[in-house]
Nanobody, 124 residues
């Protein structure tokens, strides 16, 4: 049974920081591209960032570059999203996802497994 569990969400003021974590189980973790997506109420789920099996290749959405950074620890089956200089526009439910691929994956349909999501709220 594949399971992805996010944690670390919460409330933060604009300019603040959070680190999201995703614990993966039930899959050969190093073989999967891991990604983060987010969805605000009434909006489409959108790509945030992804990292390949070795962690040496990453891609980030233009809207989060230089503020949100993805990383992974294959020895612990964990993937992280470090979130700095947060803006109200970053408010959303953030989802961890896994895609079986040899290259980085951006489209939502490329990911076969999803976590339950964790809420991030940025406001004064």
């Amino acid at each position: 049974q594949v399971q992805l569990v996010e944690s670390g969400g919460g409330w933060v003021q604009p300019g603040g920081s959070l680190r999201l974590s995703c614990a993966a189980s039930g899959l050969p973790f190093s073989r999967y591209v891991m990604g983060w997506f987010r969805q605000a109420p009434g909006k489409e789920r959108e790509f945030v960032a992804a990292t390949n099996w070795g962690g040496g290749g990453t891609v980030h959405a233009d809207s989060v570059k230089d503020r949100l950074t993805i990383s992974r620890d294959n020895t612990k089956n964990m993937v992280y999203l470090q979130m700095n200089s947060l803006k109200p526009e970053d408010t959303a439910v953030y989802y961890c996802a896994a895609a079986l691929s040899s290259t980085l994956v951006v489209p939502i349909r490329g990911y076969g497994y999803w976590g339950q999501g964790t809420q991030v709220t940025v406001s004064s």
